[in-house]
């Protein structure tokens, strides 16, 4: 499952790669800032420095947090498409970078790989406990990429939340990664009683399997673009056996003053899972570059 990284209970493999996710960014070394101390620190007039990881999401993300501050008079740097958690955390943690839009879950399951953690509330506080000093999250926003279990429209007028599939189950087929069986099998067993006909390894095809039947249900994430285009419905997750993804800057403590926090905590306010969706539907479909599409979305919504 893309962008996974750590294991919270049944969850995370630390080392899992970021599938699906965009190529390398090119051109100089996006790790070329690499000084111990905050490499610009906006209280004192320096460069904010935003940096994601190397998938679609993360990038357009990134540059709605950039276009945003600089269209408050801050000055910002973008390093784009750096890669996996493991270097983008220790590149905020040692001032390198400033600013990385997160998904609160994951890091979470980074930093504490013990957590059972499962509401958004419950996340953020574990997370306020676990970082490490230099390191802060601002608020969370109510967007989210993260697992589901999805059928057709159709399958969910009868079938509509995680309890209603528990009745169901044993008729049908569920699709997903070729690891999500040995990740899943139990606890939905455990904390449901979900038990499937049959697993089959999808992968990259599960929402396209959906739609022509050849299962019945399957592990999307939510702000893929295939919900859209295929009608699929997330089941309902009623126990939070998946963990919130919310979308929440993390920051360098020290390079970031009140500027920094009020405009990234007011786009945290509005951004929701349906405009991720739409805005990577763009991306994804149409071929819309991240940086137009950031910038239409934030004069939509009164930040640009």
Do not use: H
Not at 23 to 50: E, F, K, R, W, Y
Not at 162 to 179: F, N
Not at 231 to 242: A, Q
């Amino acid at each position: 499952m893309r962008r996974m990284f750590g294991t919270a209970a049944v969850l995370l493999s630390a080392a899992l790669a970021l599938a699906g996710c965009g190529g390398g960014g090119g051109g100089d070394n996006p790790l070329q800032t690499t000084s111990a101390a905050p490499s610009g620190s906006a209280s004192g007039g320096g460069t904010v420095v935003i940096g994601s990881f190397d998938f679609d999401e993360s990038v357009l993300l990134a540059s709605i947090y950039a276009q945003a501050l600089e269209a408050k008079g801050v000055q910002v740097e973008e390093k784009p498409r750096i890669g996996s958690r493991e270097v983008v955390y220790d590149q905020v943690k040692s001032g390198g970078l400033t600013v990385v839009p997160e998904y609160n879950g994951n890091l979470l399951a980074y930093v504490d790989k013990e957590s059972t953690a499962a509401t958004a509330d419950d996340v953020n506080a574990a997370l306020k406990e676990k970082l490490p000093p230099e390191l802060e999250v601002l608020d969370s926003s109510p967007a989210e990429d993260k697992d589901t279990l999805s059928v057709t429209k159709e399958t969910a007028q009868t079938t509509a939340t995680m309890e209603d599939l528990a009745k169901v189950s044993k008729d049908m087929v569920v699709g997903g990664p070729p690891e999500f069986k040995s990740r899943w099998e139990k606890p939905f067993k455990d904390v449901y009683g979900i038990e499937f006909k049959e697993w089959k390894p999808t992968g990259p095809t599960t929402a396209d399997a959906i739609k022509d039947g050849s299962i019945q249900v399957g592990n999307v994430f939510s702000t893929d673009p295939k919900m859209t285009a295929n009608d699929l419905v997330p089941l309902e997750d009623t126990k939070n056996i998946f963990p919130a993804q919310n979308v929440t800057p993390l920051v360098n403590k020290a390079a970031v003053d009140d500027t920094v926090r009020t405009t990234l905590n007011g786009i945290s306010a509005k951004l929701t899972t349906d405009s991720l969706l739409e805005m990577m539907q763009k991306i994804a479909v149409n071929k819309d570059e991240p940086a137009t599409v950031a910038k239409e979305w934030l004069t939509s919504n009164g930040l640009g």
